[in-house]
């Protein structure tokens, strides 16, 4: 069985990760900073030192990169490679900045751009954090930096991932996904990993 280390999990578990680690092939390893969640390993992005190197066979990071600042995403994407396993794959989806500009531009910034389950959600939202857990003292949610499907792509191949797939998208969703790979594989091949794990 492979193991996917879920970063960042919050409350969530296998099944609101993607159709491609949500079966009996995957294992689950759950870390967070936050120890109310229960995860396996307390940890940040940026310092996994709780596992070991090469212990991995995937990470999977969603909605929470956008909370590192700017200077801190090399140091989290060098602790992803680093626990990866030679043949590993990093799934990673956050906000797309890009449609939510676009929104913006329209003089959006407080209206809703959808409705989620935690309530209405709108670009200021979507670009600074979800303002009414952090008006309830949760600071973990403020985002601190954003990306636009280039920037993440581009990102991930200054952090060493050989073989990057990535897609916008809009509304009603406002995200992107990227998936990438710590060894060289072969056009076919990463396009039915990012069609397993991609929604």
């Given amino acids: 069985m492979k193991t996917f280390l879920h970063v960042g999990c919050g409350p969530k578990h296998k099944d609101r990760t993607t159709a491609g680690f949500n079966t009996p092939d995957w294992a689950e390893l759950r870390l967070d900073i936050d120890p109310s969640v229960s995860p396996d390993i307390i940890g940040t992005m940026t310092d996994m030192s709780g596992l070991a190197s090469e212990s991995v066979d995937a990470v999977f990071s969603s909605h929470n990169i956008e909370h590192l600042y700017p200077h801190e995403v090399p140091l989290a994407l060098a602790e992803f490679k680093r626990v990866l396993k030679p043949d590993g794959i990093v799934v990673i989806t956050c906000p797309d900045l890009q449609s939510v500009a676009a929104l913006i531009a329209q003089d959006k910034l407080l209206e809703p751009a959808y409705v989620s389950p935690a309530g209405p959600i709108t670009p200021l939202d979507i670009l600074y954090g979800h303002r009414p857990p952090m008006a309830r003292g949760n600071l973990y949610m403020a985002h601190r930096c954003g990306f636009t499907q280039k920037v993440l792509s581009g990102?991930?191949?200054?952090?060493?991932?050989?073989?990057?797939?990535?897609?916008?998208?809009?509304?009603?969703?406002?995200?992107?996904?990227?998936?990438?790979?710590?060894?060289s594989i072969a056009e076919a091949e990463l396009r039915a990993l990012a069609g397993a794990h991609f929604p």
């Fill in 155 to 183: 990102t991930l191949q200054a952090a060493g991932f050989v073989a990057v797939a990535a897609r916008r998208r809009e509304h009603p969703c406002f995200d992107l996904w990227a998936l990438a790979t710590k060894a």
